[in-house]
């Protein structure tokens, strides 16, 4: 059981906006940054946005994160199938003093 | 380019041990915080555990507590994870990622298989 509470999955069309959430409470999310990443099939995850909602160099502004009390949002714009892979929301637990990730959402562009 | 190439996976009897290594490049190893995360097959990413640029903090998940035990040298700009007493479901890739609270670069895995 993850600390952090994603949907297991969401699925959109192609060129459609979808939201994916990310439920913690006040050791994690309600005062702790809060990152996203993606891992696309047999690959590594991938930094998408970091500080809630800041995005890396090279990542189109199609990904855009938010968080609010103790959940987070990651927001996808103009869906493409190759977005199609799990998201993971990832922060520090103060609490546990330890990582915490959600259970991962995958998303598939219909 | 940063790059983080894992290695010192693969197949282990439960009880034994391991010792993964995380060679790092293409920045400067010494100013960052070093992360262990795993994902066993099929399965979500797991922390695992976390040093500091001096290695003055380090944090594990407890699921591995008193288990393993992270190190760097920052000379050789190298991460390292000693594995002891494994069991069946330490079985994951583990990824070695570069920063603190929010990993930015990723390496590409070495698996750990721990099966009789």
């Known amino acids: 059981q993850s600390v952090l509470t994603q949907p297991p999955s969401v699925s959109a069309a192609p060129g459609q906006k979808v939201t994916i959430s990310c439920s913690g409470s006040?050791?994690?999310?309600?005062?702790?940054?809060v990152s996203w990443y993606q891992q696309l099939p047999g690959t590594a995850p991938k930094l998408l946005i970091y500080?809630?909602?800041k995005r890396p160099s090279g990542i189109p502004d199609r990904f855009s994160g938010s968080q609010s009390g103790t959940s987070a949002t990651l927001g996808i714009t103009g869906l493409q199938t190759g977005d199609e892979a799990d998201y993971y929301c990832?922060?520090?637990?103060?609490?546990?003093?330890?990582?915490?990730f959600g259970g991962g959402t995958k998303l598939t562009v219909l | 380019e940063v790059q983080l190439v894992e290695s010192g996976g693969g197949l282990v009897k439960p009880g034994g041990s391991l010792r993964l290594s995380c060679a790092a490049s293409?920045?400067?190893?010494?100013?960052?915080?070093m992360n262990w995360v795993r994902q066993a097959p099929g399965k979500g990413l797991e922390w695992v555990s976390s040093?500091?640029?001096?290695?003055?903090?380090?944090y594990y998940a407890d699921s591995v507590k008193g288990r393993f035990t992270i190190s760097r040298d920052n000379a050789k700009n190298s991460l390292y994870l000693q594995m002891n007493s494994l069991r069946a479901e330490d079985t994951a890739v583990y990824y070695c990622?570069?920063?603190?609270?929010?990993?930015?670069?990723w390496g590409q895995g070495t698996l750990v298989t721990v099966s009789s």
């Open positions: 040093v500091s640029s001096s290695s003055d903090y380090i």
């Open positions: 990622a570069r920063g603190g609270y929010e990993p930015d670069y």
């Open positions: 006040s050791s994690n999310i309600g005062n702790n940054y």
């Open positions: 500080e809630n909602n």
């Open positions: 990832g922060t520090w637990d103060s609490s546990l003093s330890a990582g915490v």
């Open positions: 293409g920045f400067t190893f010494s100013d960052y915080s």
